[in-house]
């Protein structure tokens, strides 16, 4: 099995560009998430879904948006990109939130 | 929202030490995870620890949740072990939105 899939796993940007970031796990977990993790912060909850067509916001949620339109994708969206959103970004997802979280290998973004 | 705070911030160890990595955190929770991210930035889910004390090969963790700390063990520490550690808690008492709060963690380092 797969488990989660991130793509890219690298990009770079320049200011204003638009991107989306694409997760994608193959375990029919309901649960989903995006976190971004930047030196000596840990990872940070940027937003997340308990289920298809539902999304919430976690703790960083400015300038990114998401979307949940099938259970096993997880779409992350950067609208007008900036250097503060150089970042790794991770998914994870899990079948019931409160254990088994699988995360993905990781997206290394660049804004320039 | 809840305070996750881990120590010490680094540790370096001859391989063959024994350590202990704390985690406090400022309110009760139902949900306390270990994580390992490993030089590569693979995150692995190590113990689902809420309460207890746990144990898997040279590892082993144990939650206070009444005083709101967990604390993991690594003994005959080797140099795969090296790498970030994570505790991550979550408050959530009923409801479906879990999602995990992580500390910002302990790099490990482990010199042969």
């Known amino acids: 099995n797969a488990g989660v899939t991130q793509t890219p796993k690298f990009r770079v940007l320049k200011t204003g560009q638009s991107m989306t970031l694409l997760c994608a796990q193959d375990?029919?977990?309901?649960?989903m998430y995006w976190y971004r993790q930047d030196p000596g912060m840990g990872l940070r909850l940027i937003h997340y879904?308990?289920?298809?067509?539902?999304?919430a916001k976690g703790e960083v949620p400015d300038g990114y948006n998401v979307s949940r339109l099938k259970k096993q994708n997880f779409l992350l969206g950067l609208e007008s990109a900036a250097p503060s959103q150089t970042s790794v970004y991770f998914c994870?997802?899990?079948?019931?939130?409160?254990?088994?979280?699988?995360f993905g290998s990781g997206t290394r973004l660049t804004v320039v | 929202g809840i305070q996750v705070e881990q120590s010490p911030p680094d540790l370096i160890l001859q391989e063959g030490a024994n350590s202990t990595l704390r985690c406090n955190f400022s309110?009760?929770?139902?949900?306390l995870q270990w994580f390992h991210q490993n030089p590569w930035g693979q995150l692995i889910n190590l113990f689902y620890?809420?309460?207890g004390t746990k144990q898997n090969g040279r590892l082993s963790a144990t939650t206070v949740a009444t005083e709101r700390y967990s604390l993991l063990y690594i003994s005959s520490s080797q140099t795969t072990d090296s790498g970030v550690y994570f505790c991550?808690?979550?408050?959530?008492?009923?409801?479906?939105?879990?999602?995990?709060?992580f500390g910002k963690g302990t790099l490990l380092t482990v010199n042969p």
């Open positions: 375990m029919n977990h309901e649960y």
């Open positions: 309110d009760s929770v139902n949900n």
């Open positions: 994870a997802s899990s079948p019931s939130g409160a254990r088994g979280y699988t």
């Open positions: 879904s308990v289920g298809e067509g539902t999304t």
């Open positions: 991550a808690v979550d408050t959530n008492s009923g409801g479906s939105n879990y999602k995990l709060t």
């Open positions: 620890i809420p309460s």
